[in-house]
């Protein structure tokens, strides 16, 4: 069974700093590229950012660009998103994602989600 589970989340001042983790199990954590996304309340789910099986590449929404960033640790098979400079308008859920391709088949997992909340 997968299971994700994000932690880190909060109550923090603009301009401050939050590092969320993710901790995956029930899966081979190196073969996943993983994935940040955030969903706000009435708007849709937003990515966020990304990062590869071996972590040599990432990607990054463009608000974020430049304020985050994803990393991971395949030996405890976690992911972290370091968030910097922190503005009210990324309050949001924000949610860890795991996906691979294995010949036509895709297979994606979510956690259930952290609150953020970025006070002005």
């Known amino acids: 069974q997968v299971q994700l589970v994000e932690s880190g989340g909060g109550l923090v001042q603009a301009g401050g700093s939050l590092r969320l983790s993710c901790a995956a199990s029930g899966l081979t954590f190196s073969n996943y590229g993983m994935g940040w996304f955030r969903q706000a309340p009435g708007k849709e789910r937003e990515f966020v950012a990304a990062i590869g099986w071996s972590g040599g590449s990432t990607y990054y929404g463009d608000s974020v660009k430049g304020r985050f960033t994803i990393s991971r640790d395949n030996a405890k098979g976690t992911v972290y998103l370091q968030m910097n400079h922190l503005k009210p308008e990324d309050t949001a859920v924000y949610y860890c994602?795991?996906?691979?391709?294995?010949?036509?088949?895709?297979?994606?997992?979510w956690g259930q989600g952290t609150q953020v909340t970025v006070s002005s």
């Open positions: 994602n795991a996906g691979v391709t294995e010949g036509l088949m895709t297979y994606t997992y």
